[in-house]
């Protein structure tokens, strides 16, 4: 909080990684105490699949110091399958990267943040 020495307590509900995101975000604009709360009892590493690297994502992490290239890989073509026809290999450059690998960094990167 620029200009200002008052001192938040914030709780956010739900620690997946919108949660998470939120805490990130909010650690890096201001000086608040930040508590994460997850009613999940079990680790949430396990979750999820593989998604695409939104460019949101990105710069997310990178304001936050961990490098986009640490938590996903490019791929240059796709394939798509049909039962009906046989395969087809495409040009279709994007980045991916996975929940968990996602859910593990954001994280790492609160680890001054009650969970």
Do not use: C, K
Request: charged content about 20%; overall charge neutral.
């Amino acid at each position: 909080m620029t200009g200002n020495s008052e001192r938040w307590t914030v709780a956010i509900v739900g620690g997946s990684l919108a949660g998470l995101a939120a805490a990130l975000e909010l650690r890096r604009v201001t000086n608040a105490d930040i508590t994460v709360f997850e009613q999940t009892a079990g680790r949430l590493e396990g979750r999820g699949a593989g998604i695409v690297m939104q460019s949101e994502i990105e710069a997310l992490l990178s304001i936050s110091h961990i490098s986009p290239a640490t938590v996903s890989v490019p791929l240059v073509e796709r394939q798509l399958l049909h039962r009906h026809s046989p395969p087809r290999v495409f040009t279709q450059p994007q980045t991916m990267t996975a929940w968990d690998t996602l859910y593990r960094a954001f994280r790492g990167a609160l680890r001054d943040v009650v969970y």
